[in-house]
């Protein structure tokens, strides 16, 4: 029973802390994926739109470089950038910052060059993106469509075979 009780403080904590554990929430309708708003900068690449990714298979990937989950997760988003790239996979990574240093374009830079970052990365200090996915969790993968649909979520750590194969799958439909 102590047990339960722990378990059950420590999910509470972790999602009061907005960093979610491995949480698959699949849309029950596949909902169109919001545009980028309120970007204050583009690092990596020019400005991205979903209108202008239409057509292509889009992995978002909310996330914060001081967020442990978010460093955990970020090798198996890299692998799928540099595995699907060729394929049709682009990856946007939406960098909203939890703290106030994260808000500095030049430590998101230098976190971006750390881990080895090579895809967009939109820094979206106002959470105005973040706000128009209706986000609330640090890491937060979305799966767009070719036809700017979200049909696959997944929050926090884990789940990572399942979002791969779900990135095959709408790689593999024209």
Known sequence: MFKSILTAFALSLTLLAGCAPGA?????KAAPAPEFTGISRWLNAPPQTMA???GKVV???????SCINCIHVLPHVRQWHE???EQGLVVIGVHTPEYDEERSTDNVRRAIERFGIAYPV????GYETWN???????PALYLVDRDGRIVHR????GGYEATEQRIRELLATR
């Open 24 to 28: 698959q929430a699949e849309p029950p």
């Open 52 to 54: 202008g990714l239409k």
């Open 122 to 125: 939109a820094q979206d200090n």
């Open 83 to 85: 595995r699907y790239r």
């Open 59 to 65: 992995l978002v990937e909310f996330w914060t470089y």
């Open 154 to 157: 997944h929050y926090g750590e």
């Open 132 to 138: 128009a996915w209706g986000n609330r969790f640090w």
